[in-house]
C-alpha cells in the first residue's frame, strides 16, 4: 500500500501546454510539500501546505498552482509550460515537528519538449 | 538562513570499503539532523536522523552522530556494497521555519565489485 502516490510518473508535453500532477499520502500527515529536483539531483522546496492551508510559498513562477482539496491531498497545476520546467517533481509528507522526516513519493519526470 | 553543506561527489568506491560522507550545516534554531538515500528512478528515502546533540543515527548498518560543536552529521558505513550505489542527502529541519527541511547538493555513490 503506497504511503505517497504521484500521478503520472512521465510526463512528455510540448511548450505553452498546461498540465497537472496529482499527489495522495494515506499516511494521515497533516504537511504536504512539492519539491523540484534538477539535473543535477539539487531539490528546491516549491511549496508546503498544512492541513489545506498553503504555509510555505518559495519564488516559484506563477505559473505554478498548488491545490489541497484536503489533507491528504496536494496537487500541482502548471501552466505554459516553458522548457526549464522539465525536472522531477516530487511529493512529500510528514508529521508536524521537525523530528519527523519526510515521506516521498516516487516523482514525475516532467519533459516539456 | 540555514544551510547544508555536503562533500561533493561522485565517490566511488570498491566493495567492502569504508564509507564517509561529510556533512556540515549552520541553523539558526536547533535542528533535527537526517540523512536520506535516493536510489535511482526513486524518490528519496529517510535513512536514519538524530535530534539532538551527541544522538546517533542508525539504519542499515550506516550511522551518523550529531555534532554540535562542529555543526556536522557525517554519514559512515563500515562495509559498502554494490547495492549501497546511490544519491545521499543530508537535511535538517529547523524549528524557526515553518518545518521547512534544508537539503545539501547530495553525494552520488558508485560502489564497483
Known amino acids: 500500500d503506497t504511503a505517497v502516490s504521484q500521478t503520472p510518473k512521465y510526463l512528455v508535453t510540448q511548450m505553452g501546454n498546461d498540465k497537472s500532477i496529482k499527489c495522495e499520502q494515506n499516511l494521515g500527515h497533516d504537511t504536504m510539500y512539492w519539491y523540484k529536483q534538477d539535473s543535477k539531483k539539487f531539490l528546491k522546496i516549491m511549496f508546503s501546505?498544512?492541513?489545506?492551508?498553503?504555509?510555505i510559498n518559495e519564488t516559484v513562477p506563477n505559473r505554478f498552482s498548488p491545490k489541497s482539496p484536503d489533507k491528504a491531498h496536494l496537487n500541482l497545476h502548471i501552466n505554459s509550460l516553458e522548457l526549464g520546467d522539465s525536472a522531477v517533481y516530487f511529493c512529500?509528507?510528514?508529521?508536524?515537528?521537525?523530528?519527523?522526516?519526510?515521506?516521498f513519493g516516487s516523482g514525475t519526470r516532467l519533459t516539456v519538449v | 538562513g540555514d544551510s547544508v553543506t555536503q562533500m561533493e561527489g561522485p565517490v566511488t568506491l570498491s566493495e567492502e570499503a569504508f564509507l564517509t560522507i561529510n556533512c556540515t550545516y549552520t541553523a539558526t534554531g536547533y535542528p533535527s539532523l537526517f540523512w536520506y538515500v535516493q536510489y535511482p528512478g526513486e524518490g528519496l528515502q529517510l535513512l536514519l536522523k538524530?535530534?539532538?546533540?551527541?544522538d546517533k543515527g542508525s539504519n542499515k548498518g550506516f550511522e551518523a552522530t550529531y555534532r554540535k560543536e562542529t555543526t556536522s552529521f557525517h554519514l559512515e558505513k563500515g562495509s559498502v556494497q554494490v547495492s549501497d550505489s546511490a544519491v545521499y542527502f543530508c537535511a535538517l529541519t529547523d524549528n524557526t521555519n515553518a518545518g521547512k527541511s534544508t537539503f545539501g547538493d547530495g553525494t552520488t555513490l558508485t560502489v564497483k565489485p
Open positions: 538524530a535530534t539532538k546533540a551527541d
Open positions: 501546505y498544512n492541513n489545506k492551508e498553503l504555509i
Open positions: 512529500a509528507s510528514s508529521q508536524e515537528g521537525v523530528s519527523y522526516g519526510y515521506t
